[in-house]
């Protein structure tokens, strides 16, 4: 499907089909966010802290929707680059509050443009009642998929 040729493809399961189109938006996401030296997977997680300042890992992980490792080991890669600050919590000092930094927000500033472009690019070739059924679909799928755990 290289060139939009759908032949380039047999018959494949619907799994295996948001796999690919996984792979070719965040590979596209990959490159814009390139200059900010941020992975999507990084700009999901700040994005997370930067809306709503103050959250413990858990909280993190449950709202950017990756688990807790995955979440540490981001939030250490967001940390030694300035782009976030951990805050020992006053009633569990086990845990830690984040926060972006300055730089951390100016960077969110300047690279959720580029996420929303990202839908911007389906709209090139699909309509917005399409593009809403999509969101739908994926979300119907996420919840079905969450209650499986």
Same mark, same amino acid.
């Given at each position: 499907m290289e060139n939009g040729n759908e032949?380039? %493809?047999?018959?494949l399961s619907?799994?295996? %089909?948001?796999?690919?189109a996984y792979r070719k938006l965040?590979?596209? %996401?990959?490159?814009? %966010?390139? $200059?900010?030296?941020?992975t999507p997977e990084q700009w999901s997680v700040l994005y997370t802290v930067d809306q709503s300042q103050g959250l413990i890992q858990k909280e993190i992980?449950?709202?950017s929707h990756k688990d807790?490792?995955?979440t540490t080991r981001i939030l250490d890669q967001l940390e030694k680059k300035g782009l976030i600050h951990k805050q020992v919590g006053e009633n569990d000092r086990r845990s830690f509050l984040v926060f972006t930094t300055e730089k951390g927000?100016?960077?969110t500033?300047?690279?959720t443009p580029i996420e929303d472009s990202m839908t911007d690019e389906l709209r090139a070739?699909?309509?917005?009642?399409?593009? $809403?059924?999509l969101r739908e679909l994926l979300l119907r799928i996420h919840h079905h998929l969450g209650t499986k755990q």
């Open positions: 032949q380039d %493809l047999p018959i619907v799994g295996f %089909l948001m796999g690919v965040s590979a596209v %996401l990959h490159h814009k %966010l390139r $200059d900010y030296d941020l992980a449950e709202r807790k490792p995955t927000k100016e960077v500033q300047a690279t070739f699909m309509s917005e009642p399409e593009i $809403d059924m």
